[in-house]
């Protein structure tokens, strides 16, 4: 009994840890989500679409993928802006569904851009710390996970700031918790629209270059990244900070305990997150902890 | 009215779309070119997708994202049912077959979800089913590393005729059930779905059972439409069978024919099938191209060509024209 108790810490450490990457993920797909009431489908690729920036910037100009965001987010937000503004906002006039095939495409255009330009072959952000490892007393850390959890965190608490202090966070705030009553308070909506897929953005850029240094990657990675994601939104319910974080270490533990408890089967591991999302959904669509 | 309809000759759009069908029929028996055949078959495959997609999104107001898991089960249970000796056509049936149950399994927790939740919730199913057949190999040895894959034995004798005929069966049924769901009390239900549900509901509709009926229809014929399309190309692995390929032909063909309209996925699904063969040089890119192509299509012209048509009254004219031929037949 003890020693399962020892040897189950490993896992629940780093599915913890591995919940940071999730929560960076979700928290673009829950700002769109949140103020449009429009799930991105395309969110997993972009994702991964910035998984392979870094990896562009590091193969080509050798700059640590870290290094690269500093080119990154700013290049993801512009193009987000532009996206939602050009693209989205002109289907939301017709339909919700409209501007859910539009995601689509742009999902789409995404998978095919990267698998033209790097070939469907799995990469990785190789980078001289990324299989380091640290003793913490009897327990050994991989850094990549510390550097999932960190960023998570990180994230979490620049948006949260974000959301709080400033005139545009506000607005946000404002259009996703009650729009008409916003639009009358003189909040531009598809203004606000286009500044949140900015944001979610450069969240996805920020989430590519974690995921590329946990994770290798081809160019069809994008989907599983987007159930999960989703899956950490509704568990954690819309608008809550706390939620999404306790949603995405939820996922992280369910794949690090289900991959251990089954004796590191791969198809338990990669499978058991996709059933929690679908009995989440099925149970309470509106979430565990959403009103 | 009615009973002229019944009693004296068949109505003129039905005794044409029965001549374009025998025609088709006696395109191999004539001599047509067997590339041409290929076009057709594909273009064949293509619209029967179409129509079941439409009729979910379309009519039935359900975005559903998962024609891939029916396309690849029921693949699946072709392949795997010829290695245990499985006659083909009897594969063929068992595979819309398991696509039906299979939708009729997922049927309770998928409609509790609405909208949105409902795409996001079906666009799980196919990555469920790709990870499980990617580990999962009922028949046949083990394969290490990239295994799960299938060859369809047992259809070596069958020709591109063939598949032509049964894909031909297959895109006329789906077109045939279309058009009757539409006439029937389904297909009023249906439609009062899609644009409330709330008020279908209290309206007396059964919600629950009328998304089922056409769920459960879609489902089959998408699952024989993909079985078919596996006998035409005896291959399958858990990649290529859920791929998101068989998402992209029926959405893109909807989408661009026109959503909610009768006429819309065959207009679709000949652009959809010419763009395949046209941009199969081109390899990666096709995927951007057509993604590109459907980003234009909803932001530009979000009817699709078949709403544009009847915007600009373009079947004003042949309409016309067959009321007259109409007329001029039932005075004689």
Not at chain 1, 10 to 18: D, E, R
Request: aromatic share 12%; net charge positive.
């Amino acid at each position: 009994m003890e020693d399962f108790l020892i040897g189950l810490a490993p896992p629940i450490i780093k599915g913890i840890f591995l919940g940071g990457l999730y929560v960076v993920i979700a928290l673009g797909l829950s700002l769109v989500f949140g103020v449009m009431k429009l799930i991105n489908v395309g969110h997993g690729d972009l994702v991964i679409l910035g998984s392979y920036f870094a990896f562009a910037a590091m193969s080509w100009l050798g700059m640590d993928p870290f290094l690269g965001l500093v080119m990154g987010v700013p290049l993801f937000f512009g193009f987000g802006f532009l996206v939602q503004r050009f693209i989205i906002n002109r289907t939301f006039r017709v339909s919700l569904d409209a501007a859910l095939i539009a995601t689509f495409g742009i999902s789409i255009i995404v998978q095919g851009l990267v698998q033209a330009i790097f070939t469907p072959f799995a990469r990785s952000l190789n980078t001289s710390y990324r299989l380091e490892t640290f003793a913490v007393g009897p327990l050994t850390i991989s850094l990549r996970y510390l550097l999932d959890f960190i960023g998570g965190l990180a994230v979490m608490i620049a948006l949260r700031e974000f959301l709080r202090r400033t005139y545009l966070g506000k607005a946000i705030s404002a259009a996703s918790q009650n729009k008409p009553v916003a639009q009358r308070m003189g909040i531009n909506p598809t203004r606000v629209y286009s500044f949140a897929f900015a944001i979610a953005m450069s969240c996805a850029a920020v989430a590519g270059v974690l995921q590329g240094l946990t994770f290798s990657f081809t160019p069809t990675s994008g989907p599983p990244l987007l159930i999960i994601s989703f899956g950490v939104i509704i568990l954690g319910g819309l608008g809550s900070m706390a939620g999404t974080f306790i949603g995405g270490m939820i996922f992280g533990l369910t794949q690090t305990l289900g991959a251990y408890l089954s004796g590191g089967s791969m198809l338990v591991q990669n499978i058991a997150a996709y059933l929690l999302v679908f009995v989440i959904l099925a149970v309470r669509p509106q979430g565990i902890f959403g009103r | 009215m009615v009973v002229r309809d019944k009693m004296k000759i068949p109505r003129l759009t039905t005794l044409i779309s029965v001549a374009a069908l025998v025609v088709l029929a006696l395109f191999p028996v004539v001599g047509v070119s067997l590339s041409w055949l290929n076009y057709l078959f594909i273009f064949f495959i293509y619209l029967a997708l179409a129509n079941m997609w439409n009729l979910l999104a379309g009519y039935s107001g359900l975005i559903c994202l998962c024609p891939h898991a029916f396309v690849g089960l029921a693949g699946y249970t072709l392949a795997i049912g010829t290695w245990l000796g499985v006659p083909f056509q009897a594969g063929l049936i068992a595979g819309a077959i398991v696509a039906a149950l299979f939708a009729l399994l997922i049927s309770y927790p998928v409609f509790r979800m609405r909208g949105i939740y409902f795409a996001i919730g079906t666009l799980i199913l196919p990555e469920v089913l790709k990870v499980w057949f990617s580990y999962w190999r009922p028949v046949g040895n083990v394969y290490q590393g990239m295994g799960a894959g299938y060859s369809v034995t047992g259809v070596a004798g069958v020709t591109l005729v063939d598949t032509y005929w049964l894909g031909l069966a297959i895109a006329a049924a789906s077109i045939f059930l279309v058009y009757m769901i539409l006439k029937t009390k389904l297909g009023l239900g249906l439609t009062a779905i899609r644009d409330n549900e709330n008020t279908a509901a209290s309206a007396g509709a059964n919600v629950f059972r009328l998304k089922l009926y056409s769920f459960i229809i879609a489902a089959f014929i998408m699952g024989i439409a993909g079985a078919v399309y596996y006998i035409f190309s005896p291959r399958i692995n858990p990649t290529g069978g859920f791929s998101i390929r068989w998402l992209l032909v029926p959405l893109m063909a909807t989408v661009i024919g026109g959503e909610g309209l009768e006429e819309g996925p065959i207009i679709g699904a000949a652009i959809v099938t010419f763009l395949t063969f046209r941009l199969a040089d081109y390899g990666a890119w096709s995927l951007l191209i057509q993604g590109i192509i459907l980003l234009v299509v909803v932001t530009v012209m979000p009817q699709g060509i078949a709403g544009l048509l009847r915007q600009v009254g373009a079947y004003r004219f042949p309409v016309k024209l067959f009321q007259a031929a109409e007329g001029r037949i039932h005075k004689s």
